[in-house]
C-alpha cells in the first residue's frame, strides 16, 4: 500500500498525484449555499486540485484559490485557468485585498496563526467558513478509512485510506492540532472573530459528526 504526506512547509509530489485522481466532490454543501450569498470573488485556502473548486467554479462561483502545493496548483491551472491561483502557505498569506466570505473546505484552520491570516483577509462584515475535523469523532478512534494512531486532546496523529478507481490504496499520514467546539468561541477570541453559527453535516448531531463547520465573522 502506497503512503503519502501533508505536509506544506515540504510538499510531497506523490500528495498531489493522490488528489489529482480523486473524482469531483458531488455534494457541495455547505460551500456553495455560503458562496451563492456572497459577493464575488470567494477566497479559497486549500483549494488543492480542484475537488470541490471546480464544481464551485461551474456553478458559477468566482474563485480566488490559494494552496501551497505547487503540484497541485499546476494540475488545477489545468482546470481552472480563468481562476487566480496563489501558491503561498496560510500563515504567510499577504494578497492585499479583502473578501466578502473566505471558506476552508478541510482540516487546515487548526493553528490560530493560520486562522488570524485568514482572518486579516475578511472584508467588512466577512465571514469566514471553515471546516475541522471532530475531536469528540477522533477520540472514539475514528472510522470510514480514518484511523487514529494517536490522541492526546491537544493533537491527533491519522492515517487517511483512498480508494482510488484503478483499485489501488493510497494512505496519507497527517498529524493536526485539536480545536474542540466547546472551546469554538474562544478561540475565535484569538482572531477577532466572532462565532455566528457551528454545526455537525446533515442529519447528524454535532458531537457525532465526523467533521464540522464553522461559520465567523469579524
Known amino acids: ?27 457541495l454543501w455547505p460551500w456553495l449555499e455560503l458562496a451563492e450569498g ?31 502545493h505547487p503540484g497541485m496548483l499546476d494540475r488545477l491551472r489545468g482546470r481552472l485557468s480563468r481562476t487566480d491561483l496563489v501558491q503561498s502557505r496560510i500563515e504567510d498569506l499577504e494578497l492585499g485585498r479583502r473578501f466578502d466570505l473566505v471558506i476552508a473546505p ?31 469523532w477522533l477520540r472514539a478512534g475514528g472510522g470510514d478509512g480514518v484511523r487514529v494512531r494517536a490522541f492526546d486532546g491537544n493533537g491527533a496523529r491519522l ?36 462565532l455566528q453559527r457551528m454545526f455537525g453535516r446533515p442529519d447528524t448531531e454535532l458531537i457525532d459528526s465526523p467533521s464540522f463547520y464553522v461559520v465567523a465573522s469579524g
Open 38 to 68: 456572497a459577493a464575488p470573488p470567494v477566497l479559497y485556502l486549500g483549494i488543492g486540485s480542484g475537488r470541490v473548486a471546480v464544481p464551485l467554479s461551474a456553478a458559477g462561483i468566482q474563485l480566488v484559490g490559494v494552496d501551497s
Open 106 to 136: 478541510s482540516n487546515i484552520l487548526y493553528t490560530v496563526e493560520r486562522l488570524r491570516r485568514a482572518a486579516d483577509h475578511l472584508a467588512d462584515a466577512g465571514a469566514l467558513a471553515f471546516e475541522l475535523a471532530n475531536p469528540h
Open 1 to 27: 500500500m502506497a503512503s503519502v504526506r501533508d505536509d506544506p512547509s515540504n510538499p510531497d509530489a506523490g500528495f498531489a498525484e493522490l488528489y489529482a485522481q480523486l473524482p469531483d466532490a458531488t455534494d
Open 159 to 194: 492515517e487517511v485510506d483512498y480508494h482510488l478507481p484503478d483499485g489501488r490504496t493510497i494512505t496519507q499520514h497527517a498529524e493536526v492540532a485539536i480545536v474542540w467546539p466547546e472551546e469554538m468561541e474562544n478561540w475565535l477570541a484569538s482572531a477577532s472573530l466572532r
